[in-house]
């Protein structure tokens, strides 16, 4: 039964999942305050790509952790570490968000949910019955579906659609691209990381010079 609901995990259920979760991870983090420098200058970076996207809103806020990290999830929950604003300029965070929004928008952060919930849900006394709720999930559980999905690994098909993505928000906003070639330079002189944004396939340095090639492209 459980393997059926998995199957079945609709738009609603994993942004209603994603919803609880958020909460959860909001919850454990440092939140930058509303009048901190970087919650205002992310305000004023995210209003450049717009505050919905796919038919989905788009809620940003900023982490006080060093960790050069972003994470989404299938309800629009953005998540920007201060670690990844203090490296990063204003358009080469544009990039990062873009490739963020695009995880969401094609659908790649719902399949990982999927398979978050599937595994939480199994540890419930419902999924016996194959009809475990959200909220019946614990609070520790929606943690774990949380650092599971921050700490995902994307196909490099998924990565590559992101990447693209990035770049198509990017030239209809009329936002410079080469932004987006400059973040992946800077996560590939950095080395690894638990983030997507350090996928090993495609590697960042290879990430950057395919954004760098569609430029050429069309110059």
């Not at 970076?45 to 717009?50: A, D, H, K, N």
């Not at 994470?71 to 873009?98: F, H, P, Q």
């Not at 579906?145 to 998924?158: E, N, P, V």
């Not at 990447?163 to 002189?189: C, H, M, P, W």
Request: hydrophobic share 40%; glycine share 8%.
């Amino acid at each position: 039964m459980l393997g059926v609901k998995a199957l079945t995990f609709s738009d609603a259920e994993a942004r209603e999942l994603a919803n609880a979760a958020c909460a959860e991870m909001d919850a454990q983090a440092k939140l930058a305050p509303s009048n901190s420098a970087y919650t205002q200058r992310l305000a004023k970076i995210s209003q450049r790509l717009g505050q919905e996207a796919g038919g989905v809103a788009l809620n940003y806020k900023v982490y006080q952790n060093p960790e050069p990290n972003a994470w989404a999830m299938a309800n629009g929950c953005i998540r920007v570490y201060s670690g990844l604003m203090d490296l990063m300029t204003d358009n080469e965070i544009k990039g990062v968000l873009g490739h963020e929004i695009g995880h969401v928008v094609l659908g790649h952060t719902k399949k990982h949910m999927q398979v978050a919930y599937a595994t939480a849900a199994a540890r419930t006394a419902a999924a016996s019955a194959g009809n475990a709720t959200v909220a019946q999930l614990s609070r520790s559980q929606l943690g774990d579906i949380g650092h599971k999905l921050i700490d995902a690994q994307f196909s490099q098909a998924q990565e590559t659609a992101a990447d693209n993505y990035s770049f198509e928000l990017l030239t209809q906003r009329n936002i410079d691209r080469r932004g987006l070639v400059s973040a992946f330079e800077k996560l590939a002189e950095l080395g690894g990381g638990q983030s997507s944004l350090f996928s090993s396939h495609p590697g960042a340095s290879a990430r950057a010079a395919a954004m760098q090639q569609r430029i050429d492209q069309q110059k």
